[in-house]
Structure formats: structure tokens, C-alpha cells
DNA sequence: GATGAATGAGCATTCATTCAT
DNA sequence: GATGAATGAATGCTCATTCAT
């Protein structure tokens, strides 16, 4: 009667499905084929399918963990930064660092094809309103010009991130010029 | 027999495979299908191997002419403008204003796939150094900070360009950010 | 402990179990994904495996009561009827009315597919004695001729049925130009 | 320049893939795996595309013949035949030996698939006319009486054919009492 | 008895590239 | 030089059935 074994088990194949996928994404990236994931996991295609019924909830679930410390840390370094304007940095940083070792996935970010629609809206949903809130105190507070789109600057960093950070190519300090673009007077 | 017909001949053709090209382009990106063009062209497939026997080949023939404007606008615009500064910013609109109008282009350039080097070495060849002497120009004038290295500047022009222009996406107004961060002060 | 509540409970849980596999079976057809009826049925696919072995054994305990109920109706028109003529083609109309609205049953019935043999044979048991009845007493009364093997006539109803009522495609009026075929003079 | 040697190529090609096609439609019915299809014309399946685009246009290629030879077959009986009547007789004989020698033919034919759209309109488009054609003679000398759609007949014809000619399961025999009903008086 | 998770085979379809004509 | 037919690998997705809990 118990469903506790059941749910354990189906637990951790769970987890073990998502690290199996984080693994290939970081080989393959996110658009790796499904078999090769399964093949990782050491399961059948359909098991992925049932956990996950499309990619974007499987990219989703991946990630989860990292956005959601995202989130959590847009108001955390508005208390704990020395200005509005350095939260904003630091947290751009930590997008940054995010988004550029997954590989594959800023790309799909910018990509319209509707499957991963849900993908952009998890995203957006949930950062958002932390990026917004770390640009209306910094714009408070006098150190940036008002009038920055969130959504605008959260793209703007996934496509300076697309490229990953190569020898010539450094996505910090792209976005840190960004920002600095922002800055009043 | 003169060869001159032949040479007629095969340089209409070699138009009229581009003029296809850039018109699938358009519709369907830089990374449509060979066959599309091949059919939009009214050729087989395998003429267009011959010409262009990779797509970054076909790529950069296709966008030559552009390239080229772009590469020979630089020095102009730098002799036109008020300021350094000036020129390298409206120079930076028209490298933008190219991207951002041409499907998938931007992702291509970000691309990795080793079978897009010489579509980045043309690039690079061309626009580095028309980009590095408007960059020169703008820090010899005092405008802005010395350091920036060109190619990065137009990896992030690319980055910024491959969401395409949309409702709350301004791929100008964003570039802008950017080379405003550069400013001296 | 008396087994009596459950076998109460079992027996709801076979008829929560049928009425979902009609009620699935009415809008996908009798081929019906096991997955989609189990989930109706609020139950695991396993659970509907246990009660049917077969997908023809469901098939068959979903209609049972309506074939039984056919299968009655033919000695009643029989007794009920003006002639046995009128009681044949009255027992058709309404073998007609029950195939032609189980979706993709007649399929099913046609199939050769060993799976579905069974569901030949329960068919077949219940009704051909039936329709082999009204039949003979149609040719004792003179009214259609001798010879009619009552398995072809069923069927031929099966395979007429098969394609549904539609706006040009008067089942129940086909079955009844059969009939009139058999007609004796 | 001479594209000869090409289309006569090809054209082989096609009879090759036909007769392959025609082949597995027998043992596998039309619904067969293309793979299987490819595999017995020795081909591979982009090359079944190229010709077919559709399983549609595959079938409809492969009865085309067949189906031109009924059409033709119609008017011919006509004037062959003793009567009308005797005429439509015939040709729906001829029309059941054809599709119930179809594995899966008479299956497809019911579909409401819209896949299979252009494979009703094809059989209708050519056949539906004859048939037509064949029920008005036999209405005009009084042997059958008016009203009959031919529409409904084809697919009568095509719904008592789907069960395949068995031991105690005549299709000609069926139709033939189909056709009787209609007999006038 | 019941559950539902896992399985993995099976199929349609696309596309870059080659090669005989 | 040009053609376009053929290739066949690659991938997403579904579903009937089994089995450990």
C-alpha cells in the first residue's frame, strides 16, 4: 500500500536522470539527442520522456537549482553590496558565470522556436523581477539612468553570452561595460 | 573558341546563385537547406558544390559586397564625423544594422563548428582592422579608455545582434550601452 | 475476515475500469493507447492488464452487455415482428446502430491480427447462432432464400459499418439493399 | 547536356521502386514500413521520398494502372455487356477483385486519415464517374431503380472488401446481393 | 492485489554530400 | 562543366508489456 519505496526509487532515477543530463549538456550541450542523455543515464528513452515530457522541462529541472540561487541572490547582494549599482554588477557577474558554462543554452534562450517557450518563460518568471528590482535601486539611488528594460538586459547578457568565454572573448567584462553604459550623468 | 562566353556564362550563373542564396537567406537563414537554394536557384545541388564547395563559402560570397561597404565605411565615417568616437558609434549601427537583418548569421559567427572558420577569418580579416583603427582613432582622442580589444568588440556586436531586433530587444540602443562603458573618465 | 467487502471493492473497481475504457473507446477508438484508459481510470496500466490479459478481453467485457443485449433482441423482433423478414432486418439495424458508433471496432473485427480472436469468437458465439436463427425463419417463411451463411452476412455488416454513418454514407440503408438482395423471387 | 540517360535511369528507378513497393503491399499491406519498402527495392529511404513524397502518392502510384484499367473498364462493358445491369455487375466484380487483393488498400480507403486525402480523391476523381455512368444505364433500362449514390456504393464496395476474401466470406457474393437490392420492382 | 516506473524496439522524416551520366 | 538522383546516418517520439515494491 505504502508508495514510499516506490517514490524513493523514482526519486533518485530522477536525479540521477538530471545529472546524467547535466553531464551531457556540458559535453554535448542542451540540445544534445535524447538518446545520448538516456544512454548516459543508463535508461531507456522513455523514461526521459515520462520525467520530462518535452526539453524545455528537462532543461528546466536541470537548471533549477541555479536559478532559483539566482534569484535568491539578486535581494541578498542588494543588502550585503556597498551600493545598488554594485548588487547589479555582482549579479550580472553571477548570470554571467551561469549562463556561459551552459553550453547551448543561451542559445536557446534566443531561440523562437516555440517548444521552448515554457524555457523562457521559467526564466523570465523567475529573474526578472530580480533583475528589475536591482535596476530600480540602482536607478534610486542615483547611479544609473532610469528607463533600462529588465528583459532587455537579461537577452542582452544571454547573447554577449552565447559565445562562451574564450582567451579574447571575456563576457564578464562585456557585460561590466554594459552597465558601466548605464551609469547617470 | 574564345572562352569569353563560358566566363559569361559561369559569372551570370555564379550571380544567379548568389541573388538565390541571399533571397533563401532571408526567408529561411544562412542555414537553410542547400537544396532550397539549389531549387530557388534553378540549379542541381551540385553546382553549387562546385562553386561554393562549403556554406561558409557560399556565406561569405553572399555578404562580400557588404563586407566590403562595411569595411570601406570605417575610414570614411572616421573622416566624416565630428569625432572619433562618433564614427566608431555609427560604424558599430551599420555592423549591426548588417547582422541583425541577415537570419541565423549572427549564431553561425558565433558558432564553434570548425566548418564556419574561414566564414570568422574572412570576417575578422576584413572588419578587425577597419573596427581596431575607429577604436584607435577614439582613444587617441581622448574619448575613450585604451584596451578594447576589436575582436571582442565585434564578437559582442554579434552576440548582441543574434536575438534580432524585436519589440523589447533594441540591438542598437544596446550596442550603445556598451561603447558608451567604453568611455574615457 | 470476510472477503465479501472485497469483493464489493473489486467489483467497483472493474466497473470504474469499464466505464473508463468506454468512455475512452467513444472518443479514440478501441485501440485506444492501454495509458489513456488506465489514466481515466484513475488506476496504474498494470491494474488493467490484471483484469484483461487482452485488449480483447476489455473489448469484449466493455460491450458485453450490449451484445447480450442483441443477442436477446433476436428471438424478441422474432415474436414481435410482422414476419421474420421484418424481425432479420430490424435485428440488423440494430447490429448496424451498435458497430457503427464503437469506434474502430469494426476495424477491429476485420483484423486478422491473432490478437483479436477472442474477440472473433465472443462475438461470433453470442451472435451467429442468433442471426442464424432469424435467418432460417425468414427462409421458412419464404421470404428471402436459402443458402445465406449467417458468419459472411454479420461480417459484410461489420465491413459496411466500418467506414460510420456519414452524409453520403447510409449505413444502415446498405445493410438493408443486403438484404433485400437475399430476398427470394 | 542530354538529360536522356538520366530520366531513363530514373525512370528504371521508379519501375524498380514500384514494383518493390507493390511487392511488400502484399505481404505487409499498404501500410508498411518504408524502410522495408527501401530495403526490398534496395534503396535507401531518402530515395522513396524523392519519387514519393507521401505514402499517399506512393499507393497511388503503384494501383495507378490498375485503377486507369477500371476506368476504362466501364464504358467498355457498357457497350459489351447484355444489359446495364449485367454491366455494373461486372465491373463491381472487377472493382472488388482489385481492391480485395489490396492488402490494407480498403483499410487506407476508410481512413479519415486527411494523409490519405489525396488517395480518396484520386480513386474517387477517376472512378466515381464510371461507376456513376454504369448505375444510370442500368436506371434507364428500368433494371435497378434510381436514387443510389455511387459514392456510397464505391465505398460499400470497398467496406465488404476490407475483410478479405475467406472461406465462408464471399465479397463478390456480398456485393452481388448489394447490387441485387437495388433491382427494380 | 495494485501500482506505475522502466523498458527498448520501431517508424517517419530530413539533409549534407557524392558520383555516374 | 553541370546535373540531380541516390545515399544512409541521425533523431524525436510512441506504446505495449513487464516487474519490483
Redesign the interface.
Known amino acids: 500500500m505504502s508508495d514510499r519505496p516506490k517514490r524513493a526509487d523514482a526519486r533518485r532515477n530522477q536525479e540521477n536522470l538530471l545529472d546524467a543530463a547535466a553531464a551531457v549538456f556540458v559535453t554535448s550541450g542542451v540540445e544534445a539527442p535524447i538518446r545520448d542523455i538516456a544512454a548516459k543515464a543508463g535508461v531507456g528513452t522513455a523514461t526521459i520522456y515520462r520525467h520530462f515530457p518535452t526539453r524545455a522541462d528537462l532543461i528546466v529541472a536541470v537548471y533549477r537549482h541555479q536559478v532559483e540561487a539566482l534569484a535568491e541572490a539578486g535581494p541578498a547582494l542588494l543588502e550585503s553590496s556597498e551600493t545598488p549599482y554594485a548588487a547589479l554588477a555582482k549579479w550580472l557577474d553571477l548570470l554571467v558565470d551561469f549562463v556561459v558554462t551552459k553550453r547551448g543554452l543561451a542559445?536557446v534562450l534566443?531561440s523562437d522556436d516555440p517548444c521552448y517557450d515554457p524555457l523562457h518563460s521559467y526564466f523570465l518568471d523567475r529573474l526578472e523581477p530580480v533583475c528589475s528590482r536591482l535596476l530600480d535601486a540602482a536607478v534610486e539611488s542615483g547611479e544609473i539612468r532610469a528607463g533600462q528594460?529588465p528583459?532587455?538586459l537579461m537577452?542582452?547578457v544571454?547573447?554577449?553570452?552565447?559565445?562562451?568565454d574564450k582567451p579574447?572573448?571575456?563576457v564578464r567584462?562585456?557585460v561590466?561595460?554594459?552597465?558601466?553604459?548605464?551609469r547617470a550623468g
Open positions: 542559445a534566443q528594460d528583459y532587455e537577452r542582452a544571454g547573447g554577449l553570452s552565447a559565445g562562451g579574447r572573448y571575456n567584462r562585456l561590466g561595460l554594459l552597465v558601466a553604459g548605464l
